[in-house]
T-cell receptor, first 112, second 112 residues
Framework: SQQGEEDPQALSIQEGENATMNCSYKTSINNLQWYRQNSGRGLVHLILIRSNEREKHSGRLRVTLDTSKKSSSLLITASRAADTASYFCATDAHGANSKLTFGKGITLSVRP | KAGVTQTPRYLIKTRGQQVTLSCSPISGHRSVSWYQQTPGQGLQFLFEYFSETQRNKGNFPGRFSGRQFSNSRSEMNVSTLELGDSALYLC???????????FGQGTRLTVV
């Protein structure tokens, strides 16, 4: 079953704009991770935020985590055409022993 | 360091046959997980191995099995293939608990 639920399901923006993607989950977690996937290829890890962290930055990426609301958001600033991909959130639940549970993903299209 | 390597990249099999997929994790990573990705169900966890032991198993029928060797390389086997087994099978390795996962490019299995 899907633990993470991303929102929106699809997002289309102009190059240079910011993209915000949201993820909600159901159980207690050790960490939450965001991944990118290009055209049915392997997933690329973007950023990991632990349950005791509230915000994390990596280059143009900013992720927040609100464990009280069981939600996270991923912000990509100054988007580029190369950011066009599917984005997934994944949760590492307590006691889940390295089992990542993924949402269904968000399709981001960045128009040049 | 070499990334996660999956072989073969593409495979076409007939219903009723069996198939074996291979995954070589990043050197030093002892945790290897397998995921099935389909358009309808998204990314579903199959199983996870650590030091040759299956630590976690997803909700898949017994036709899906796996193993891990002493060098951490892993194989998964699907017997009596069904059309619904057509999917992208992804392998991921992790350096430890509460860390990011590194994915291979996947094996695209088509069952005809």
């Amino acid at each position: 079953s899907q633990q993470g639920e991303e929102d929106p399901q699809a997002l289309s923006i102009q190059e240079g704009e910011n993209a915000t993607m949201n993820c909600s989950y159901k159980t207690s977690i050790n960490n939450l991770q965001w991944y990118r996937q290009n055209s049915g290829r392997g997933l690329v890890h973007l950023i990991l935020i632990r349950s005791n962290e509230r915000e994390k930055h990596s280059g143009r990426l900013r992720v927040t985590l609100d464990t009280s609301k069981k939600s996270s958001s991923l912000l990509i600033t100054a988007s580029r055409a190369a950011d066009t991909a599917s984005y997934f959130c994944a949760t590492d639940a307590h006691g889940a022993n390295s089992k990542l549970t993924f949402g269904k993903g968000i399709t981001l299209s960045v128009r040049p | 360091k070499a990334g996660v390597t999956q072989t073969p990249r593409y495979l076409i099999k007939t219903r009723g046959q069996q198939v074996t997929l291979s995954c070589s994790p990043i050197s030093g990573h002892r945790s290897v997980s397998w995921y099935q990705q389909t358009p309808g169900q998204g990314l579903q966890f199959l199983f996870e191995y650590f030091s040759e032991t299956q630590r976690n198993k997803g909700n898949f029928p017994g036709r899906f099995s796996g193993r891990q060797f002493s060098n951490s390389r892993s194989e998964m086997n699907v017997s009596t293939l069904e059309l619904g087994d057509s999917a992208l099978y992804l392998c991921a390795s992790r350096p430890g608990f509460n860390t990011e996962a590194f994915f291979g490019q996947g094996t695209r299995l088509t069952v005809v």
